[in-house]
C-alpha cells in the first residue's frame, strides 16, 4: 500500500501486493487471533463456574466462504482448538458469524420437522452495518466501494452519532455498554452491540431500534428522501444535528465535497426544496452569480448561507419549508443504516479481523485500498481513524517476514501492525465485556439456586 | 327443523390460558370459558369474529390512519358482535376468540395473521374504553410500571414536552408518565414517539395502549403454541367428525358472492373473449388468455383457474368446448382434445362424475396456488418478477405514479390491493370494496363500461 511520501518498510521483505490462498494461508497460520475471537464469541461460558453453558459456543452458527465461491453454513465448533483447525485447513477466504442457534446448527435437521420450529436463533448480537457506496448520490469524490480522506468523514459521522445513541455518557438513548465498532475492510463500519440485553432482542425490537435510527428512506420514487415533520425535531435527532451534522455539513462537506460548485450540484440541493419558487428564486439568483470571481471556497459558503437565509426568512412560512434546511443536512449526512441487516437474528455479518478479499484500487484517489484487514475502530477516536492506515495483507506479511522466522507462534501478530488493533479490542472490549458477562452468570446462577432453595422451603 | 345438538364444554380445549378473565366490556382471553356452547354457535360466532378480522385486515393494509381505524373497529364490531344484552355480547367475544384460536393455531403463517389482527382489534378497543376500564386493565396485565416520581419528571420535562411537540401534540405535557425498559414498547420506540434515556422509555399514559397490547400479543402468542400442540396431539382426531372439519373449513373462509351460478343476463361468446380479456380481464386472466393463444396450451392449473373464471363470467358450456377446442387442437389436435381435454371441461360445468357445479377460484385461492415450470395460473403480482409486472401493468395502460403504488402494494405482499389499484387506474373509478374475486372484477369492470356507454349514449342523444 502506497501513501505519496511514506516509503515502504524493509524494502528486502516487502511482499508483492495481491491477494490469494497462499497468502491467506500465512494470515490463518500465523496472525488471525483465534484465541481472543473464541473468548469473544463465548460471552464466558467457556469458564469452569457452574453457571457456564457449555453448550452456547457450539450453537453459534459460522459461515466459510471457501476459494470459488463454495459456501458453507451453519459450521459450528465446540473449542478454540477445533475453530483454529478448521480455519487452517479450510482457508476461508470470507468468515461471517450468524447468530446462536437453540440447539447445535449441525444437529438443525433432527430438529426441524412439524412446523413447531424448534431449530431457530436464540442470540445474536445487535448489529448494524454501513455502507459508504449508500452515499454515492452525496458524494461527488468517490463512488461505489472506493473511499478517500473527503468522504471517508462520512463513516465518522456514523459512529459518533450511533456510539452516543447507543452507549454516551452523559446523554444517551439506549444504556448499552459493549460496543464494538469495526472498519469493514473496503467501504464502510460494522457495528456489533454485545450487551446480553442486546444479544437477547427479539426482530421486532431490533426492527425498533433501527426504524428510531432511521431517517433517510430511500429507493422510493421521489428525490426528497429525508421527511422532517413536526414543529421541532425529537431530541435524538435535535442533539444528532446540533453537536453533529450542522458543524459537520458546514465546515468539512460544503467544502470537501464543493456541494455547490457547479450548476448540477446546485440543483440536487435545490431538488429537496418542496417549494418552487423558492427553488427557483435561488436558481435564478445563482445562475446570475456564475460569472462572477468568487474563488471557489467561498461560492460553497457564500450560497448555502443565501439558501439559509431564504429559507428561514419570515416570507416563507409554509409549512414543507420550516425544516428544510434541516433535511437537507439530514440528507447529506445522516447515517444511512442498512436496515435488513440489524433486523433479524439470523442475518450474517462478516467477522472482525477477516481480510477483504476484494481489490478496490482507484489509480487517482490518494492511496490504495485493498485487501485490508477488518479491524476496531476506537470511537472515541474516530475522528482519528485512517482508513489507508490500516494492515493490508501485503504488508502485514512483509511485517513478518521483516522480523524473522521465529518459532513462537502464539504472539507473531505482535510483531506486525496487528498488534495495535488486537489490544485495543482486548482492552477496551473484550476484558471489560467479559468481566460482566461473568458477573451476569454468576449472579444468574446464584438467583436460580436461590429460587429453588425457596421452592423448597415449606 | 333441527334438533339441539349435543353440548359440550369448551374449557377443555385451548387450556393453555391462565389467569382471570375480563374487566368490564373488553376481554383478555385468559382463560377458556366454562360455558356449553351449541355447535351452530361455534361455527356461527366464528365467521362473525372472521369479518370482523378480515374487515381489519382490509382496512389495515388500506393503509388506513389511526383514527379512521378506530371507526372502522366501532362499525364492524357493531355490525358483526354486538347483541342487545351485553352478556350475550361477552359470551359470543369470548366463544368466538377460542374458537379461531384453534383455527388459527395449525401453522405459523396463520398463527401471525390471527395474532395481528387479535392485536390490531385489542389496540382499538382499548382505545375506545373508558379511562378507568383502561386502568383496571393494565392493572390487569400486571404491569409493574409506576408511574414517574415528581422528582425524575421535573427533570425530563422538556425533553417530554419536546417529544411531544415532535409528533404534533401541544407543548403542555401530560402528567402522568412511566418510565419503562425501551423492549417493552417497540413500536413508540420505532416512531420516535417517546423519550428514550438509558435504555428507558418514557411512556405517556395516553400512549399506554402500546404496553397494554404488547402484553396482550404475548400472551396470546403462547396460547396459540400451546393450543396447537394440543390440537395436534389429541383434539384434532377426537373431533374428527364434528369439530375438526369445521376448524379446517374456517381458515379458508372466503366471504363474498361465489360467482358459481352466473346470472343468465351476463353471457359471453369465444369471439367476444378477446375484447374483454383487454377491458375487463384482470391480469391473471389477461395473463392465461395471452399464454394460451401463444401455445395454445395450457397446464391443468391453468385450465382450472381460467375455464372456470370464464364459467363464471358467462361462458357456456358448449361455448367452452368450442373455445379450448379451437385452441388446443392447433397443438393436439382435435381428436385428443376430444380424448383428453373435452371430459374436464364438462366435469368443470358439472355435466360429469359426481356433478359438481365447481366455483371460480377466489383471489385468496389463487394467491396460495403454487405455480410450478411451465404453469400460467397463480396471482401474478405474488409470481411476477417486478420487471415483467412492469412490463405487464404497462400493457394494460398502467404508468407513472399509479404504477408505482402498485408495485409498492406488491412489495408489501398485499396482492389483492395491487390488483384493486389496476382496477381503479385502468378504468378511473375508486374501488372502494377492494377486489376479492376476479369474476368481481369483470363484473365491476362491466358495470363501469356499461354506465359509461349509458352517459356516452345520454349526451349524443340529447
Redesign the interface.
Known amino acids: 500500500m502506497e501513501i505519496d511520501g511514506q516509503q515502504q518498510q524493509e524494502d528486502t521483505a516487502a511482499v508483492p501486493k495481491g491477494f490469494n490462498a497462499d497468502y491467506l494461508r500465512i494470515y490463518y497460520g500465523k496472525l488471525f487471533p483465534y484465541g481472543d475471537f473464541f473468548k469473544w464469541l463465548c460471552y464466558g461460558n467457556d469458564g469452569k463456574h457452574p453457571g457456564c453453558d457449555q453448550s452456547y459456543i457450539g450453537r453459534r452458527e459460522l459461515s466459510f466462504t471457501l476459494e470459488n465461491d463454495i459456501y458453507l453454513r451453519f459450521q459450528s465448533f465446540d473449542s478454540a482448538a477445533e475453530l483454529e483447525s478448521s480455519i487452517k485447513e479450510k482457508c476461508p477466504f470470507k468468515i461471517d458469524i450468524g447468530p446462536v442457534y437453540s440447539v447445535d446448527p449441525a444437529k438443525r435437521h433432527a430438529y426441524a420437522q412439524s412446523g413447531n420450529n424448534v431449530f431457530a436463533p436464540v442470540e445474536r448480537e445487535l448489529i448494524f452495518d454501513i455502507d459508504i457506496s449508500d452515499y454515492d448520490d452525496v458524494r461527488y469524490c468517490c463512488s461505489g466501494a472506493d473511499t478517500c480522506l473527503d468522504c471517508w468523514p462520512l463513516m465518522t459521522i456514523v459512529i459518533k452519532i450511533l456510539d452516543t445513541s447507543l452507549r454516551g455518557m452523559l446523554v444517551c438513548d439506549f444504556g448499552f455498554n459493549h460496543i464494538l465498532w469495526v472498519y469493514s475492510g473496503r467501504r464502510g463500519v460494522h457495528c456489533w452491540v454485545c450487551d446480553s440485553r442486546a444479544r437477547k432482542l427479539s426482530n421486532e425490537q431490533r426492527s425498533a431500534i433501527a426504524d428510531y435510527f432511521r431517517v433517510y428512506k430511500g429507493g422510493e420514487n421521489t428525490s426528497k428522501k429525508v421527511s422532517l415533520t413536526g414543529p421541532v425535531l425529537h431530541p435524538f435527532l435535535a442533539r444528532s444535528y446540533t453537536d453533529v451534522l450542522k458543524c459537520f455539513f458546514e465546515d468539512k462537506l460544503l467544502h470537501s465535497q464543493q456541494l455547490f460548485s457547479s450548476e448540477e450540484r446546485c440543483n440536487k440541493i435545490l431538488e429537496l426544496i418542496p417549494d418552487e419558487n423558492v427553488a427557483s428564486e435561488l436558481h435564478d439568483k445563482w445562475q446570475g452569480n456564475r460569472r462572477s470571481s468568487i474563488s471557489k471556497e467561498d461560492v460553497n459558503a457564500a450560497r448555502w448561507e443565501q439558501l439559509k437565509m431564504t429559507l428561514q426568512s419570515g416570507k416563507h412560512k409554509a409549512q414543507g419549508l420550516r425544516r428544510c434546511v434541516e433535511e437537507i443536512v439530514f440528507s447529506y449526512t445522516y447515517p444511512r443504516l442498512d436496515m435488513e441487516v440489524s433486523k433479524h437474528m439470523n442475518h450474517l455479518l462478516k467477522a472482525p479481523f477477516c481480510i477483504h478479499p476484494k481489490t478496490g484500487v482507484k489509480p487517482c484517489s490518494l492511496f490504495f485500498v485493498q485487501l485490508t484487514c477488518f479491524v476496531p475502530i476506537d470511537p472515541n477516536n474516530c475522528d482519528d481513524f485512517d482508513p489507508a492506515a490500516v494492515p493490508t495483507l501485503s504488508q502485514l506479511l512483509g511485517e513478518l517476514n521483516a522480523a524473522g522466522m521465529q518459532i513462537d507462534s502464539e504472539s507473531d501478530w505482535e510483531r506486525t501492525s496487528l498488534e495495535k488493533s488486537i489490544r485495543f479490542f482486548r482492552t477496551s472490549f473484550l476484558q471489560p465485556m467479559l468481566k460482566a458477562c461473568k458477573e451476569e452468570l454468576e449472579s444468574a446462577y446464584n438467583a436460580k439456586l436461590q429460587q429453588s432453595k425457596n421452592a423448597l422451603n415449606w | 327443523m333441527e334438533i339441539v345438538r349435543s353440548q359440550r364444554q369448551l374449557a377443555a380445549e385451548a387450556a393453555a390460558a391462565t389467569g382471570g378473565g375480563g374487566a368490564g366490556a373488553l376481554p383478555t382471553y385468559r382463560v377458556a370459558p366454562q360455558l356449553e356452547v351449541r355447535l351452530e354457535e361455534f361455527e356461527l360466532f366464528a365467521i362473525d369474529r372472521l369479518r370482523v378480522l378480515k374487515g381489519i385486515s382490509d382496512g389495515l393494509s388500506r393503509g388506513k390512519r389511526p383514527e379512521e381505524m378506530e371507526k372502522l373497529v366501532s362499525e364492524l364490531w357493531k355490525a358483526h358482535m354486538r347483541h342487545q344484552d351485553p352478556a350475550e355480547t361477552l359470551n359470543k367475544d369470548i366463544i368466538s376468540h377460542f374458537v379461531l384460536r384453534l383455527v388459527y393455531c395449525r401453522?405459523?403463517e396463520l398463527r401471525k395473521w390471527f395474532l395481528s389482527m387479535e392485536m390490531t382489534l385489542f389496540r382499538y378497543r382499548f382505545r375506545l374504553e373508558s379511562p378507568e376500564s383502561q386502568r383496571l386493565l393494565m392493572s390487569e396485565f400486571q404491569l409493574p410500571y409506576k408511574a414517574l416520581p415528581h422528582s425524575e419528571f421535573e427533570a425530563v420535562k422538556d425533553?417530554l414536552s419536546?417529544?411531544a411537540?415532535?409528533?404534533?401534540q401541544s407543548a403542555s405535557v401530560e402528567s402522568v408518565f412511566f418510565k419503562v425498559p425501551?423492549?417493552e414498547v417497540?413500536?413508540l420506540?420505532?416512531?420516535?414517539r417517546v423519550?428514550?434515556?438509558?435504555?428507558?422509555a418514557y411512556v405517556a399514559m395516553s400512549q399506554v395502549v402500546s404496553l397494554v397490547v404488547t402484553q396482550f400479543r404475548s400472551n396470546i402468542s403462547k396460547a396459540l403454541?400451546l393450543t396447537?400442540?394440543k390440537w395436534?396431539s389429541t383434539i384434532k382426531e377426537q373431533e374428527k367428525d364434528r369439530l375438526t372439519p369445521i376448524v379446517e373449513a374456517l381458515s379458508n373462509a372466503y366471504f363474498g358472492p361465489d360467482y358459481s351460478q352466473p346470472n343468465d343476463a351476463a353471457e359471453i361468446s369465444p369471439k367476444d373473449i378477446d375484447q374483454l380479456a383487454r377491458t375487463s380481464f384482470p391480469l391473471c386472466m389477461r395473463h392465461m388468455l395471452e399464454k394460451l393463444r401463444e401455445n395454445h396450451h395450457l397446464k391443468n392449473g391453468g385450465r382450472m383457474q381460467f375455464g372456470l373464471f370464464l364459467k363464471g363470467a358467462g361462458l357456456k358450456l358448449e361455448d367452452a368446448l368450442t373455445f379450448w377446442r379451437a385452441e388446443f387442437s392447433q397443438k393436439v389436435g382435435s381428436e385428443r382434445f376430444d380424448k383428453e381435454y373435452a371430459y374436464s371441461i364438462r366435469h368443470n360445468y358439472g355435466k360429469e362424475g359426481k356433478r359438481t357445479d365447481y366455483t371460480p377460484y377466489s383471489c385468496q385461492k389463487i394467491i396460495s396456488a403454487t405455480p410450478g415450470v411451465g404453469d400460467y395460473h397463480g396471482c401474478p403480482y405474488r409470481h411476477f418478477g417486478e420487471e415483467n409486472l412492469r412490463a405487464a401493468l404497462n400493457n394494460m395502460g398502467v404508468s407513472g405514479?399509479a404504477l408505482?403504488g402498485i408495485l409498492d402494494k406488491v412489495k408489501n405482499r398485499h396482492y389483492q390491493l395491487a390488483c384493486t389499484l389496476t382496477f381503479e387506474a385502468t378504468h378511473n373509478v375508486s374501488c372502494d370494496t377492494g377486489i376479492n374475486h376476479p369474476n368481481q372484477y369483470f363484473s365491476e369492470s362491466q358495470k363501469v363500461l356499461q354506465a359509461k356507454n349509458q352517459t356516452v349514449q345520454n349526451q349524443s342523444s340529447t
Open positions: 401453522t405459523e425533553k419536546q417529544v411537540r415532535s409528533i404534533g425501551f423492549e417497540p413500536d420506540v420505532a416512531s420516535r423519550f428514550l434515556s438509558k435504555g428507558y403454541v396447537n400442540r395436534t405514479n408505482e
